[in-house]
Nanobody, 118 residues
């Protein structure tokens, strides 16, 4: 069992930046996949970015070049640096961790709200 706690959300103007953090309740050295999803009002939850234990990353096309995912296993933490934010980035952002990000059996955080004003 892994508890995930996100932080760093908030309100920012378009073009601004935010940095999200997700701390796991146990060591992440042996957790293969970690990632971020988001869900906007009235929309399905969508994958934002993932990072493997080996450091391989994957991004949704909508955030490529603007968002950067990273992880620090010494701190049991995965990060999401979000730059050049757009109003369409407004959503609740969820952290996920498991053998395969987002798959059954993976773990979810409670979410953190990100609001980008135009």
């Amino acid at each position: 069992q892994v508890q995930l706690v996100e932080s760093g959300g908030g309100l920012v103007q378009a073009g601004g930046s935010l940095s999200l953090s997700c701390v796991a309740s146990r060591s992440t050295f042996n957790i293969n996949g970690m990632g971020w999803y988001r869900q906007a009002p009235g929309k399905q939850r969508e994958l934002v970015a993932t990072i493997t234990r080996g450091g391989s990353t994957n991004y949704a096309d909508s955030v490529k070049g603007r968002f950067t995912i990273s992880r620090d296993n010494t701190k049991n933490t995965v990060y999401l640096q979000m730059n050049s934010l757009k109003p369409e980035d407004t959503a609740v952002y969820y952290c996920n961790a498991g053998v395969r990000v987002g798959f059954p059996g993976s773990y979810w955080g409670q979410g953190t709200q990100v609001t980008v004003s135009s």
